[in-house]
């Protein structure tokens, strides 16, 4: 399977991408690591008439300490992210998460913003990010802005990055020293979850985060949970008892991996799980 | 048409290449490097995995124009050949017969060279989970895990690409 023609621009700069792209505009698509768009260009179920790889702009890959948050570089992988020690130090969750996403190959060639601009609702890294309260640095040809996470996620595949904008870096408010767990429901090894559950606590517990995948058309925050487990103490009977409020509001798609009910017992276990894990009970 | 210019298995290379073309497809139709094998063509099996720049990759699931100005080592390059020699990897997967048909054996070894460079002492867990990307359908696994935890044994830490 090989994909149609298309025309391959590496800008070495976000200029220079930015430019190929008001250019290009429809036409063209970015590749970031390219393991979720090579398939999807194999397949022949995207067919851009321009390819811009982002791969050649340094700027972009990395990860840095900017006070009261870490900043990672969009092009930065997930095996990075996965061992870099600021991001155990400050967001240990997404050095959980990234350490879950598909296989070690995949791991070494997909990126942190890649796999967040897709925003394929089953990845790994959007719960983590919005539990974080992550803020999404988009460059256009009008500067930058910064996104909230909560305005991120928009819909299935779509985000809240316009189609002359690239996203550049992900902010990361620090969680220093809070305890985390990812949570990953899957029928095989390094496939998509059913469910999953994104868990950061301090304490155990003051306060915690909980962030849901596959559980909507976007990553969802499981605030009723959140509210129920700040000051409730690490054990399984009092963790389990917020995890029943996990689904709540929640309307998760039915397909062949699961009915919607399903995947709302599932983020009930799940979460309780990731939470004591989380907590280190 | 796009140049390249790269590294493969210790030989500089260059050549024109349609954008399109995956790195798979590169080494196997230009440079005859047929070693590297096409499993299921969708990124899942890694029978195609080599290494890019030091790291294992789906070799399948890479266009050969991201290769540019980098170095890959596939599984002709681990070794000698010429000279008859195997890696320490290949040798346990030989000892240990971890293979029964032998498709998914390139990428099994690249993946196996690649996970004990990073964890030279893995647990058999730790190997499961690090050859999760890699398919095999005849073996059910066993005697591929015995492999490279043999490997592992055997070389002290000493695995390199």
């Known amino acids: 399977m090989i994909p149609v023609k298309f025309d391959y621009l590496a800008p070495t700069s976000v200029e220079e991408a930015l430019a190929a792209l008001g250019e290009h505009g429809d036409d063209a698509k970015i590749l970031a690591g390219g393991q979720s768009l090579l398939p999807v260009l194999r397949m022949r179920l995207n067919a851009p008439e321009v390819v811009i790889d982002l791969g050649g702009i340094s700027s972009l890959r990395g990860i840095r300490d900017d006070g009261d948050a870490i900043v990672i570089g969009a092009m930065t992988t997930h095996h990075d992210v996965r061992d870099d020690h600021l991001v155990k130090q400050h967001a240990l969750l997404l050095s959980k998460a990234a350490a879950e996403v598909a296989d070690s190959q995949i791991r070494h060639r997909g990126t942190f913003g890649g796999a967040l ?3 394929d609702p089953a990845g790994d890294l959007g719960a983590p990010a919005l539990a974080l309260g992550a803020q999404f640095v988009v460059a256009g040809p009008g500067g930058t802005r910064t996104v909230e996470a909560s305005d991120f996620f928009v819909d299935l595949f779509e985000t809240a990055i316009g189609d002359d904008e690239i996203l550049t ?4 408010p620090k969680h220093t020293g809070w305890g985390a767990h990812y949570e990953k429901f899957v029928r095989v090894a390094h496939q998509w979850p059913i469910v999953a559950v994104a868990a950061t606590v301090r304490g155990s517990i003051d306060e915690a985060r909980v962030g849901l995948t596959n559980m909507g058309s976007t990553p969802l925050r499981a605030t009723a949970t959140e509210q129920a487990l700040a000051g409730v103490s690490a054990t399984e009977d009092g963790v389990r008892e917020a995890a029943q409020l996990a689904a709540d509001g929640t309307h998760p798609p039915s397909d062949l991996n699961g009915a919607a009910d399903y995947r ?7 979460t309780g799980r990731a939470v004591l894990r989380a907590a280190g009970v | 048409m796009t140049k390249i210019e790269l ?6 290379v260059s050549d ?3 954008p399109r073309m995956l790195l798979v497809q590169y080494l196997r139709e230009k440079l005859g490097k047929t070693g590297t094998v096409i499993g299921c063509d969708t990124s899942n099996c890694g029978a195609c995995t080599v290494h890019l720049d030091g790291t294992s990759v789906k070799s399948c699931n890479v266009l050969a124009v ?3 100005g980098r170095t890959v080592t596939t599984i ?5 050949a010429a000279e008859g020699e195997l890696h320490p990897v290949q040798e346990s997967f030989r000892e240990c017969h971890g293979l029964q048909c032998g498709f998914c054996t390139p990428g099994m070894i690249m993946q196996a060279v690649d996970l004990l460079a990073e964890n030279p002492h893995p647990s058999e ?3 499961r989970l690090g050859m999760e990307g890699n398919l095999c359908r005849c073996t059910g696994y066993h005697n591929i895990v015995k492999s490279v935890l043999h490997a592992a044994d055997k070389t002290a830490g000493g695995v390199s690409a």
């Open chain 1, 117 to 119: 601009a897709h925003a």
């Open chain 1, 264 to 270: 709302q017992h599932l983020a009930r276990v799940l």
């Open chain 2, 76 to 80: 002709e390059g681990l070794a000698d």
């Open chain 2, 125 to 127: 867990e730790e190997v």
């Open chain 1, 169 to 172: 870096e992900v902010r990361i």
């Open chain 2, 66 to 68: 991201q290769a540019n």
């Open chain 2, 16 to 18: 024109d290449v349609e």
């Open chain 2, 7 to 12: 590294t493969v298995d210790g030989a500089a």
